[in-house]
């Protein structure tokens, strides 16, 4: 099976719907987020604080870019879809799954924001941020699936039936 790839806002659920479904199908798990604190040895956050926003956003292109997975899900980290380089080479050979939630439903899920690792950029608000990102996630994805519900059976389920469709 094709790599799946899970993009989406933060809070959108894609390290949590990534787990579920890679066990669901056999896959492989990766989460670039954790990949990028292994390799670093700094969570998100502190990298974003020590280094800055676009050291950040290179470290975590330079993830993207070299991962090479066959039968794996990926949930990648909110700001990826800012790299068009790294979009370019996920999609290369995956199947690109946006996961889809309200604005209202992200700022309800994410609580303290300056302990999860967003890439928020000078002056701009989490509206902006929402703005910013909606169109690219849009662009990159092969298949959207509505989760502001949480309902995270009929997201699976959802999931699973676009990736069997897509492959015929």
């Not at 604080?49 to 990926?74: H, K, Q």
């Not at 995956?94 to 890439?119: A, C, D, Q």
């Not at 909606?134 to 298949?143: G, K, Q, R, W």
Request: one cysteine or more; hydrophobic letters at 45%.
């Amino acid at each position: 099976m094709k790599t799946i790839i899970l993009i989406g806002l933060p809070g959108a659920g894609k390290s949590t719907i990534g787990v579920i479904l890679a066990k669901s199908l056999g896959m492989n798990f990766i989460d670039t987020d954790i990949v990028m604190q292994e390799r670093t040895g700094r969570l998100l956050q502190e990298l974003i604080d020590d280094e800055g926003i676009d050291a950040f956003l290179a470290i975590e292109e330079d993830t993207a870019l070299s991962l090479d997975a066959d039968n794996t899900v990926i949930a990648t980290g909110g700001s990826v879809v800012l790299s068009d380089r790294a979009m370019k080479h996920l999609k290369s050979k995956s199947i690109i799954i946006y996961l889809i939630i309200s604005f209202e439903e992200m700022v309800r899920r994410l609580g303290n924001i300056t302990t999860r690792g967003i890439v928020l950029f000078p002056g701009q608000s989490l509206s902006e941020m929402y703005d910013q990102r909606i169109p690219l996630y849009e662009e990159y994805a092969d298949i959207r699936i509505g989760c502001s519900d949480g309902d995270f059976e009929r997201i699976l389920e959802a999931v699973v039936c676009e990736i069997r469709e897509s492959m015929r």
